[in-house]
Every structure is written in C-alpha cells, then in structure tokens.
C-alpha cells in the first residue's frame, strides 16, 4: 500500500468516526403505540446525557464478557448466546416499528455481511438482530423486519427476547435507549463479539460502509493470537494484511501484489541479513589471523 494509500484510509477512518459520532443517536421515530421499558435502570436518563457521555459509556464496555442470555429466534427456536461461541458475533440492536434509522442500520449491516462473506468465508463469523422494543418485537414482527430489510445472510438470526433480559443484554452492551413520545431515542450502535463472547469493537452510524464491520472481523478471524509459527497462523496473517476493499466492486480481494511487497522485502531482508553476517565471519577470521601472526 502507498504512503498516499495510507493517507487515505486514516482520513477515510476519522472522518467517518467524525460524522457517526454526530449521528450516532436515533430520535424519535414513530411505534406501535405501545412502547416497551427502555434500559433507564443501566444508564441516565437520556435527557440528561450528552453524546461524549453516550460514547463514554458505550465504549466503557469494550472488554466486557456478555451474559450467555436466552432469546426466541423468528423460527419460533430458543437460542442462547453461547450457542454463538467460536467465531467473532455481530449484535444489531434495533426496534421493528422504527421507519427510518433502523432499517437503515439494518441494511448497511446486510451490505457489510455481503462484502464480510466474500472476503472472509460465509460461516466465519456470525449476525444477530434482536428487537428491543420487547411487547412489539414478536418473533413473527422479526421475521417480517428481517425479509423486508435484506437480514438474509445465512448466518444471520433474527432474535425477539423479554425486557428483563434486554436491559441486561443492553448494559453488557453499553447500549442506550429510551422511550419517546414518537418511539424511541437509541445510540446507532453495532456491537462486534470476539469468539470468546467479549466486546471487541463499538460501530456507530446508520448508514456505515462495509469496513468498518469487516475490518475488525478480519482482524478477530486472521489476527488475534495467530501462531505465526504453523503454517495456518502465517496464512492468517497474509490475508490479514493482503485483503483489502475495493469501494468501486465493494467487494474485498486479495491484493497480490502486497503479497510480492512483503516477499521481495524479506528477501531482501534476509540478503542484508546474510551479508552482515558474513562480513563479521570474515573480519573475525581476519583478526584472528593477524593475533596469530603478530605472536609468532
């Protein structure tokens, strides 16, 4: 990648925290009528909230391992979250009843997963979508929100669950929503698993591009705590490196000619290696060669 490649994508990265961050909260979009309890026992209220005290707190659960919750999935299963051990889990958030910021979310997710399962493999990571507007969010509303808004990945689950436990998930979470006279008021937030059940990664926006879920995924499923000492762990890391996204195809691909990059700068690593090492070789053997001379 080019230093002006490079430029680029931590411009790309601030700007796009800039302007989520000032999008990062959903107000008041209409419900059903009946809104559920929203999480006012976990966090203030939002009107005494600020968005740096939102964010605060949201990132304040990075790290934290999430409870092994129980959740009925639109297929009418019971699910626990530990069923998701093993792989990185994506966890959506939203209200089935929202008509413009949950969809929204919702569907850039569902471009993201596009782009993830190309890239990194259908089955290497997993989606939840769990309704919080509890009394409304039925496993058939989950399954209809989900068929009209493109949840269709196939390690994608929709999840209805009971308020008591949605407030607790959402604490785990740092997750922030209230009930408002015109449904709710949320934090846009995307909230990436590690495959050992912790916080990883907050995502926030309606509307955000495919990297900014795919790259921690990529990271969670290449990187970690890769053994770059077997076969499988330095393959893991050159498609860390190597897999890059086209904004044009939005797709991701494998980038040779950064896989050469890398080849031609350890070989030449190693040839200055070889050298430096032969040049001591010689110079000790030529100074022992002149001590023994000197002492006959």
């Known amino acids: 990648m080019s230093k002006r490649d490079l430029v680029l994508c931590v411009l790309m990265v601030w700007l796009t925290l800039a302007t989520s961050l000032g999008g990062a909260f959903a107000h008041g979009e209409a419900n059903s009528g009946n809104p559920a309890v929203g999480h006012e026992e976990a966090a203030p209220k939002f ?85 919080f507007d509890t009394a409304v969010d039925t496993p058939t509303r989950m399954r209809q929100y ?44 995307t909230t990436i698993l590690s495959s050992d059940g912790k916080v990883a990664t907050q995502v926030y926006g309606d509307d955000f591009e495919p990297p900014m879920v795919v790259d921690p995924l990529k990271r969670l499923i290449f990187g970690g705590n890769a053994n770059l000492t077997s076969v499988d762990g330095l393959i893991g890391r050159v498609r860390l490196i190597c897999t890059i996204y086209d904004p044009k195809s939005e797709r991701y691909h494998f980038d040779y000619s950064l896989l050469v990059g890398i080849i031609v700068g350890g070989l030449c690593l190693t040839l200055v290696a070889v050298v430096l090492v032969r040049e001591a070789w010689l110079l000790r053997k030529y100074t022992k060669k002149r001590r023994e001379s000197g002492s006959t």
């Open 146 to 189: 989900g068929k009209e808004q493109g949840a269709n990945h196939r390690s994608w689950t929709l999840l209805s669950t009971d308020a008591d436990t949605m407030a607790k998930l959402a604490k785990d979470l740092g997750f922030i929503f209230y009930a408002s006279p015109k449904g709710y008021d949320h934090l846009a937030q």
């Open 47 to 131: 009107s005494e909230f600020d968005e740096r005290q939102a964010l605060a707190y949201s990132q304040a659960a990075i790290g934290r391992e999430v409870g092994d919750y129980r959740f009925i999935a639109s297929d009418g299963r019971t699910v626990r979250l530990s069923q998701y051990r093993g792989k990185p889990l994506v966890i959506s958030l939203i209200y089935t009843s929202c008509y413009h910021t949950c969809p929204m979310i919702t569907q850039a997710l569902s471009r993201s997963a596009r782009a993830a399962g190309n890239a990194l493999g259908v089955d290497s990571f997993s989606i939840v979508t769990i309704g």
